[in-house]
C-alpha cells in the first residue's frame, strides 16, 4: 500500500520533490562538504569606490548541495553583519550580482542592545551546486566615503536541508585594506639665510608701499 504521503504528493504531480522532502524527514539527509572563497579587485579600496568581488563556492560531495528542494535556492553564504548603530555600512550593493542572487537588508531592532542593535546584512543565495562542482558569483560594492580605514569580515556558507560533513571550512576570512590617504606636500625648510631675506622683505615692504604710493 502507499503511503499517505506519497499518495498527496502523486496528486500534487510533485512526486519527485515531496519524496526527497519524505526522505529529508526520515533522516536520510544529503552528504555535502561545502565551502566559500572570495576575492576582491581592486586592493586596495578606495573610500567611495567601486570593488568587484568573486565570491566562489565548492561542494566537495559526496551528494549534490542544494538540491532537496527543487528550484529553491538554498545554498545560501551569509557575510557576518555590520553593526549601523554609530555608523553606517562600509559599503553598498547597487547593481544585481552575477551567479547568485545578492541581497541587503537591515535586521530588525533587538531589545537591551545599544540603539536597538541594528546591523546591516548581507547575503547570498546559489543553486544546486553537485558533487565536485563550484559556482561563482560576481557583485560590485560601492565604499562610502565614509570608509577610510581597515576592516575584518567573514562568509559563512550553509544549506539548510543538507548535512555539512565537514564545518570546519565553511567560513571564509578576509580584511579590506584601504588605501593609504595621499601625503601632505612638503614645504622645503628655510636656512638660516632663507629667514633673514625673509624677514627683511618684510621690513622693507612698508616703505616699498609708501614710496610707491608717494
Known amino acids: 500500500m502507499m503511503a499517505p504521503s506519497v ?6 504531480g510533485a512526486f519527485l520533490a515531496c519524496v526527497a522532502s519524505v526522505s529529508a524527514i526520515a533522516g536520510a539527509r544529503p552528504k555535502v562538504d561545502l565551502s566559500v572563497s572570495v576575492t576582491t579587485s581592486p586592493v586596495p579600496f578606495e573610500p567611495g569606490g567601486i570593488v568587484t568581488v568573486t565570491m566562489t ?8 548541495a542544494g538540491a532537496t528542494l527543487p528550484n529553491e535556492r538554498s545554498v545560501i553564504v551569509r557575510e557576518k553583519p555590520y553593526g549601523i548603530v554609530e555608523r553606517p555600512p562600509p559599503f553598498v550593493l547597487f547593481e544585481p550580482a552575477t551567479g547568485c542572487s545578492a541581497y541587503a537588508q537591515e535586521s530588525e531592532p533587538i531589545p537591551g542592545l545599544p540603539g536597538g542593535g541594528l546591523t546591516y546584512l548581507f547575503s547570498y543565495y546559489f543553486d544546486t551546486v553537485g558533487s565536485g562542482e563550484s559556482r561563482t558569483c560576481v557583485y560590485r560594492v560601492r565604499f562610502l ?3 577610510q580605514a581597515d576592516f ?16 570546519n571550512n565553511n567560513q571564509f576570512d578576509y580584511t579590506f585594506i584601504a588605501a593609504e590617504p595621499p ?19 618684510l621690513l622693507l615692504t612698508p616703505v616699498l608701499v609708501r614710496t610707491y604710493r608717494a
Do not use: E, M, Q, Y
Not at 559563512?156 to 565537514?166: K, V
Not at 612638503?186 to 624677514?199: D, F
Open 152 to 167: 575584518a569580515t567573514n562568509w559563512r556558507i550553509s544549506s539548510a536541508n543538507d548535512d555539512d560533513t565537514n564545518p
Open 183 to 201: 601625503a601632505p606636500v612638503a614645504v622645503p625648510a628655510l636656512s638660516l639665510t632663507g629667514w633673514l631675506l625673509l624677514g627683511l622683505g
Open 57 to 64: 563556492v565548492h561542494n566537495a560531495g559526496p551528494d549534490a
Open 7 to 12: 499518495k498527496v504528493c502523486a496528486r500534487l
Open 145 to 147: 566615503p565614509s570608509t
